[in-house]
Protein backbone atom coordinates (compact mmCIF):
# COMPACT_ATOMS: atom_id res chain seq x y z
CA UNK A 1 0.00 0.00 0.00
CA UNK A 2 0.98 3.49 -0.51
CA UNK A 3 -0.60 5.79 1.65
CA UNK A 4 -3.23 4.04 2.39
CA UNK A 5 -4.01 3.31 -0.95
CA UNK A 6 -3.62 -0.64 -2.46
CA UNK A 7 -1.76 -0.20 -5.68
CA UNK A 8 -1.93 -3.17 -8.49
CA UNK A 9 1.80 -3.31 -9.11
CA UNK A 10 2.65 -3.72 -5.35
CA UNK A 11 -0.17 -6.34 -5.46
CA UNK A 12 0.77 -8.59 -7.61
CA UNK A 13 4.46 -8.09 -6.05
CA UNK A 14 3.49 -9.68 -3.01
CA UNK A 15 1.44 -12.34 -4.99
CA UNK A 16 4.35 -13.72 -7.00
CA UNK A 17 6.73 -14.05 -3.57
CA UNK A 18 4.31 -17.10 -2.86
CA UNK A 19 4.32 -18.75 -6.43
CA UNK A 20 5.48 -21.89 -7.41
CA UNK A 21 6.35 -22.65 -11.21
CA UNK A 22 5.65 -26.65 -10.67
CA UNK A 23 2.46 -26.19 -8.85
CA UNK A 24 1.77 -23.41 -11.67
CA UNK A 25 1.67 -26.08 -14.31
CA UNK A 26 0.03 -29.03 -12.13
CA UNK A 27 -3.06 -26.31 -11.52
CA UNK A 28 -2.96 -25.02 -14.81
CA UNK A 29 -4.13 -28.94 -16.16
CA UNK A 30 -6.59 -29.03 -13.73
CA UNK A 31 -8.19 -25.63 -14.87
CA UNK A 32 -8.04 -26.98 -18.11
CA UNK A 33 -8.20 -23.12 -19.34
CA UNK A 34 -5.16 -22.76 -21.82
CA UNK A 35 -5.86 -19.10 -21.76
CA UNK A 36 -5.49 -18.63 -18.03
CA UNK A 37 -1.85 -16.89 -16.65
CA UNK A 38 -1.34 -18.90 -13.46
CA UNK A 39 1.37 -18.35 -11.01
CA UNK A 40 1.09 -21.41 -8.88
CA UNK A 41 0.13 -19.91 -5.65
CA UNK A 42 -1.99 -22.41 -3.45
CA UNK A 43 -5.55 -21.60 -2.36
CA UNK A 44 -4.54 -21.52 1.64
CA UNK A 45 -2.43 -18.45 0.99
CA UNK A 46 -4.53 -16.72 -1.55
CA UNK A 47 -7.31 -17.26 0.91
CA UNK A 48 -5.12 -15.36 3.67
CA UNK A 49 -3.71 -12.60 1.45
CA UNK A 50 -7.55 -12.30 0.73
CA UNK A 51 -8.73 -11.69 4.28
CA UNK A 52 -5.84 -9.19 4.67
CA UNK A 53 -6.91 -7.25 1.82
CA UNK A 54 -11.08 -7.70 2.43
CA UNK A 55 -11.56 -3.77 3.43
CA UNK A 56 -9.90 -2.88 -0.58
CA UNK A 57 -12.16 -4.85 -2.95
CA UNK A 58 -13.38 -1.65 -4.67
CA UNK A 59 -9.94 -0.92 -5.81
CA UNK A 60 -9.41 -4.60 -6.12
CA UNK A 61 -12.13 -4.75 -9.08
CA UNK A 62 -10.12 -1.99 -10.65
CA UNK A 63 -7.30 -4.55 -11.57
CA UNK A 64 -6.63 -6.10 -14.48
CA UNK A 65 -7.90 -10.20 -14.41
CA UNK A 66 -4.45 -11.17 -16.09
CA UNK A 67 -3.64 -13.94 -13.36
CA UNK A 68 -5.59 -16.21 -12.26
CA UNK A 69 -4.50 -15.60 -8.67
CA UNK A 70 -5.72 -12.17 -8.92
CA UNK A 71 -9.24 -12.45 -9.63
CA UNK A 72 -9.25 -15.69 -7.34
CA UNK A 73 -7.70 -13.25 -4.55
CA UNK A 74 -10.91 -10.55 -5.58
CA UNK A 75 -13.57 -13.12 -5.67
CA UNK A 76 -12.23 -14.30 -2.15
CA UNK A 77 -12.18 -10.86 -0.62
CA UNK A 78 -15.44 -10.18 -1.45
CA UNK A 79 -16.50 -13.33 0.20
CA UNK A 80 -15.15 -12.37 3.50
CA UNK A 81 -17.88 -8.73 3.36
CA UNK A 82 -20.68 -8.67 5.25
CA UNK A 83 -24.29 -9.52 3.26
CA UNK A 84 -25.11 -5.75 2.96
CA UNK A 85 -21.37 -5.41 1.18
CA UNK A 86 -21.36 -8.50 -0.44
CA UNK A 87 -24.38 -7.66 -2.48
CA UNK A 88 -22.96 -4.33 -3.44
CA UNK A 89 -20.13 -6.30 -5.54
CA UNK A 90 -21.31 -9.66 -6.83
CA UNK A 91 -22.76 -8.67 -9.63
CA UNK A 92 -19.11 -7.44 -10.76
CA UNK A 93 -17.07 -10.46 -9.26
CA UNK A 94 -19.89 -12.80 -11.02
CA UNK A 95 -18.64 -11.57 -14.48
CA UNK A 96 -15.03 -11.89 -14.09
CA UNK A 97 -15.41 -15.82 -13.12
CA UNK A 98 -13.81 -17.94 -15.58
CA UNK A 99 -13.09 -21.25 -14.65
CA UNK A 100 -14.24 -23.61 -12.59
CA UNK A 101 -12.03 -23.61 -9.36
CA UNK A 102 -12.37 -19.74 -8.95
CA UNK A 103 -16.30 -20.33 -9.17
CA UNK A 104 -16.47 -23.48 -6.51
CA UNK A 105 -14.49 -21.55 -4.12
CA UNK A 106 -16.78 -18.41 -4.09
CA UNK A 107 -18.85 -19.58 -1.31
CA UNK A 108 -19.20 -16.39 0.64
CA UNK A 109 -20.87 -17.61 3.97
CA UNK A 110 -22.60 -14.38 4.50
CA UNK A 111 -25.39 -16.11 2.28
CA UNK A 112 -26.17 -18.69 4.38
CA UNK A 113 -28.26 -15.95 7.17
CA UNK A 114 -29.69 -14.38 3.61
CA UNK A 115 -31.31 -17.16 1.77
CA UNK A 116 -34.26 -16.27 1.19
CA UNK A 117 -32.83 -12.49 -0.23
CA UNK A 118 -30.27 -13.95 -2.31
CA UNK A 119 -32.74 -15.98 -4.30
CA UNK A 120 -33.00 -12.89 -6.36
CA UNK A 121 -29.82 -12.69 -7.39
CA UNK A 122 -29.56 -16.51 -7.95
CA UNK A 123 -32.55 -15.78 -10.45
CA UNK A 124 -30.81 -12.74 -12.04
CA UNK A 125 -27.69 -15.24 -12.68
CA UNK A 126 -29.48 -18.40 -14.70
CA UNK A 127 -31.22 -15.84 -16.48
CA UNK A 128 -28.46 -14.07 -17.45
CA UNK A 129 -27.47 -17.78 -19.16
CA UNK A 130 -23.89 -17.72 -19.00
CA UNK A 131 -21.98 -20.77 -18.48
CA UNK A 132 -20.19 -18.88 -15.27
CA UNK A 133 -22.95 -17.03 -14.19
CA UNK A 134 -25.31 -20.82 -13.77
CA UNK A 135 -22.45 -22.42 -12.41
CA UNK A 136 -22.18 -19.98 -9.94
CA UNK A 137 -25.98 -20.18 -9.15
CA UNK A 138 -25.83 -24.16 -8.92
CA UNK A 139 -22.86 -23.57 -6.51
CA UNK A 140 -24.26 -21.74 -4.27
CA UNK A 141 -27.35 -23.69 -3.59
CA UNK A 142 -25.10 -26.32 -3.54
CA UNK A 143 -22.97 -24.68 -0.62
CA UNK A 144 -26.17 -22.95 1.47
CA UNK A 145 -29.77 -24.67 0.06
CA UNK A 146 -29.40 -28.00 0.03
CA UNK A 147 -32.35 -27.98 2.75
CA UNK A 148 -35.87 -29.83 3.00
CA UNK A 149 -37.31 -26.15 2.45
CA UNK A 150 -35.02 -25.40 -0.31
CA UNK A 151 -35.83 -28.62 -2.68
CA UNK A 152 -38.14 -27.45 -5.08
CA UNK A 153 -36.19 -24.49 -5.98
CA UNK A 154 -33.34 -26.62 -6.75
CA UNK A 155 -35.10 -28.93 -9.07
CA UNK A 156 -36.49 -26.09 -10.71
CA UNK A 157 -33.19 -24.42 -11.09
CA UNK A 158 -31.50 -28.15 -12.28
CA UNK A 159 -34.77 -29.35 -14.62
CA UNK A 160 -35.93 -25.93 -15.83
CA UNK A 161 -33.32 -23.08 -16.03
CA UNK A 162 -30.10 -24.65 -16.52
CA UNK A 163 -28.72 -24.84 -19.77
CA UNK A 164 -27.05 -28.15 -19.57
CA UNK A 165 -25.39 -27.89 -23.08
CA UNK A 166 -22.41 -25.88 -20.92
CA UNK A 167 -19.90 -28.94 -19.81
CA UNK A 168 -19.59 -26.49 -16.39
CA UNK A 169 -23.28 -26.35 -15.93
CA UNK A 170 -23.96 -30.02 -16.43
CA UNK A 171 -21.45 -30.97 -14.25
CA UNK A 172 -22.98 -28.40 -11.49
CA UNK A 173 -25.75 -30.03 -11.84
CA UNK A 174 -25.05 -32.99 -11.54
CA UNK A 175 -22.68 -32.21 -8.44
CA UNK A 176 -26.02 -30.67 -6.89
CA UNK A 177 -28.51 -33.46 -7.32
CA UNK A 178 -25.54 -35.93 -5.86
CA UNK A 179 -25.64 -33.91 -2.84
CA UNK A 180 -29.26 -33.78 -2.87
CA UNK A 181 -29.51 -37.77 -2.93
CA UNK A 182 -26.92 -38.18 -0.33
CA UNK A 183 -28.98 -35.82 2.23
CA UNK A 184 -32.67 -35.87 1.05
CA UNK A 185 -32.54 -39.64 -0.52
CA UNK A 186 -36.26 -40.19 -1.26
CA UNK A 187 -37.20 -36.68 -2.64
CA UNK A 188 -33.66 -37.34 -5.10
CA UNK A 189 -35.38 -40.59 -6.17
CA UNK A 190 -38.58 -39.05 -6.55
CA UNK A 191 -37.00 -36.50 -8.80
CA UNK A 192 -34.24 -38.48 -11.20
CA UNK A 193 -37.38 -41.09 -11.45
CA UNK A 194 -39.72 -37.87 -12.88
CA UNK A 195 -37.56 -38.06 -15.74
CA UNK A 196 -37.05 -34.62 -15.45
CA UNK A 197 -33.41 -34.02 -16.27
CA UNK A 198 -31.88 -34.98 -19.67
CA UNK A 199 -30.01 -38.52 -19.54
CA UNK A 200 -26.57 -36.76 -19.33
CA UNK A 201 -26.64 -35.32 -16.76
CA UNK A 202 -28.95 -37.85 -14.36
CA UNK A 203 -26.37 -40.30 -15.03
CA UNK A 204 -23.86 -38.31 -14.11
CA UNK A 205 -25.97 -37.09 -10.97
CA UNK A 206 -26.27 -40.97 -10.12
CA UNK A 207 -22.47 -41.66 -10.89
CA UNK A 208 -21.70 -38.91 -8.78
CA UNK A 209 -23.90 -40.08 -5.79
CA UNK A 210 -22.90 -43.39 -5.72
CA UNK A 211 -19.23 -42.29 -5.32
CA UNK A 212 -20.34 -40.93 -1.78
CA UNK A 213 -19.18 -43.04 1.14
CA UNK A 214 -22.48 -41.58 2.80
CA UNK A 215 -24.70 -43.58 0.63
CA UNK A 216 -25.19 -47.65 1.58
CA UNK A 217 -24.49 -50.35 -0.98
CA UNK A 218 -28.59 -51.04 -1.34
CA UNK A 219 -29.16 -47.33 -2.08
CA UNK A 220 -26.46 -47.27 -4.25
CA UNK A 221 -27.60 -50.37 -5.92
CA UNK A 222 -30.96 -48.60 -6.83
CA UNK A 223 -29.52 -45.38 -8.15
CA UNK A 224 -27.47 -47.62 -10.66
CA UNK A 225 -31.32 -49.44 -11.96
CA UNK A 226 -32.50 -45.84 -12.37
CA UNK A 227 -29.64 -45.25 -14.95
CA UNK A 228 -30.48 -44.60 -18.68
Request: charged share 25%.
Amino acid sequence: MTNGTLLYGELLTEIKTYAEPDYAAFHKRLLKNESLNVLGVRIPTLRKLAKKYKDCVPALLTFPDEYYEVTFLKLQAAAFLPYGEFVKYVDKCVAIIDNWAACDCFAPKCIAKHREEFLEYLNGFMLAGGEYEQRFALTTLLHFYVEENWLKVIFSFVSERANLQFYYVHMAAAWLIAEVLVKHYDRGVEFLQSGALEAKTHNKAIQKARESYRLTKEQKDYLKSLKR
